[in-house]
């Protein structure tokens, strides 16, 4: 297994946007300075195809970062539109030829300036992609505080405002410093200055919650529900605090009626964060992390080349991101749920003395996918036991059980389609204390045929798998804004409505 190249960008700008978007979607989705072996009489480097691709499944992220000093002139207008000409419409123009060539040539992508070395991660088919664009536009935040007496410098968001009307003085609604849907004809381009982008990659920091956001944002500024936000606090700050009857965020208001347009004067951003609630869920996303932690662990193996084979099968890139993908889309909530499930297995294999425990976490509501169930798998080296073949023996042992897991789970709830195991060494208690390795594996099953289920019950016997003496059934919920002593949340009365209703039913 060959190492993937990632380059780190070329500026400070595209540095940074490197490192929000390795702290979103984690390294293996995401690659700057991507190129097309697009040469002069195919000679010479491939010129730069955008500054940011993220690949995620069916959604392809196409970033462009242009720091443009402000350009002063006495009429800030003419200021405005010349900045405007060179920070955001030139950032239009490289998202759409990135997405052109992604359209045309998917295969000749490469992530060196030599095309050398193709993307590593597999596009999905046209039919099925989905394209976001992100144009950063750096350099008139001082320009925008000093033009409006204040705040953070971040630009106005205004659904009015189509196309060429944004550097039009004559156009209705124009405005220096005021961005809305700034290319009609294409896939939404995002628009986000530096303070925008800190926001909303620093408060959704998952490639599921990040996708969906601005999914819902293209809609609600070109569908006109969003008449204005003084600045993208407001925006995210609304969509933070309002669900779609079912616990997933939106731009919808419950409470308004089908032609309602709503519009956001300010300070909405810094009223939520001063909330109890969300304090609240800050403290209890922290332990969250431990999943992007276990991601980032197997990710890197992926990056370095140097995954080993499980069960005799060769690792390789694609095998390990499908997987890993499964994990990775699994919002910041969801990623609390199974973080506990992960450390509470490790205490109570702990607290038992077991050298093998077994958590399975059937999906619950909030689930990226609810066809998918995970495994854990905590099994120590044996003590006072002679492996002829050392750890080896022991961890091939341990991913034929794992497997064994995986296969039983999808058995037993037929309903469920891909299964996800995860295996680990068990605490220093319950093993010898070699090695240090965790393995993982995703398994799918489209169709149940007579001998795959005889085969599977046979593995279940010889490796005294899910046997019914020895389980024990939990149920764990967790909820975005956990309780606090103020007054609950929107969300969280309807999330109480709703287990109520459950409860009743």
Known sequence: MKPIFRATGATESERYLATLADRTFLDLWSYPNTFSDRKIRGKGDGKELCDLLVVFGDDVIIFSDKSISWPPHE?????????????????????????????????????????????????????????????????????????????????????????????????????????????????????????ALDLVMSELDTASDFVRYLSLRSDAIRGGRILAAHNE???????????????????????????????????????????????????????????????????????????????????????????????ASEGRTMRRALSHSILDAYQKAEKLGQDRYARIVLPM?????????????????????????????????????????????????????????????GSNKTSEGRGGSEDLMAIEITEWTDQLSADVQERRKFHEVLVPSRLQYGRHQTQEYPPASEKPTRQQRRAAERQAKKTRK
């Not at 002829?388 to 991913?399: L, S, T």
Request: charged content about 25%; overall charge negative.
């Open 75 to 195: 009429d800030i207008m003419i200021s405005w539109v010349r900045w405007y000409k060179r920070a955001i419409e030139k950032s239009v123009d490289q998202i759409r030829g990135a997405e052109r060539w992604l359209q045309k040539f998917p295969d000749r992508v490469f992530v060196d300036k030599s095309c050398t070395q193709r993307l590593p991660i597999e596009l999905a088919p046209s039919d099925r992609r989905r394209v976001h664009g992100v144009a950063i536009a750096l350099g008139a935040d001082e320009a925008c505080k000093k033009h409006f007496g204040g705040d953070d410098g971040s630009l106005l968001i205004l659904s009015a405002l189509t196309g060429n009307h944004h550097k039009d003085q004559n156009a209705p609604y124009h405005q220096p410093f005021a961005i809305g849907d700034v290319d009609p004809d294409g896939p939404f381009v995002h628009v986000f200055d530096r303070a």
């Open 365 to 425: 509501a909030g689930a990226a996918d609810l066809e998918c169930a995970y495994v854990f798998l905590l099994m120590g080296y044996p003590k006072n036991v002679h492996l002829e073949n050392g750890y080896d023996q022991y961890r091939h042992v341990r991913a034929s059980m794992l497997e064994t897991y995986c296969y039983s789970v999808l058995h037993e709830h037929r309903n469920l389609k891909r299964a996800v195991g995860i295996a680990m060494d």
């Open 233 to 327: 606090g407001d925006l995210l700050a609304f969509y933070l605090q309002n669900d779609d009857g079912e616990g997933r965020h939106t731009f919808e208001h419950q409470e308004a009626t089908p032609d309602t347009i709503l519009s956001f004067g300010g300070a909405l951003f810094d009223e939520y964060t001063a909330l109890p609630q969300y304090k609240a869920k800050k403290e209890a996303d922290k332990v969250s992390y431990v999943w992007d932690q276990l991601i980032t662990t197997f990710s890197k193996h992926v990056l370095a080349g140097t995954s080993v084979a499980i069960m005799d099968t060769e690792p390789s890139a694609a095998l390990a991101e499908r997987a890993l993908r499964m994990m």
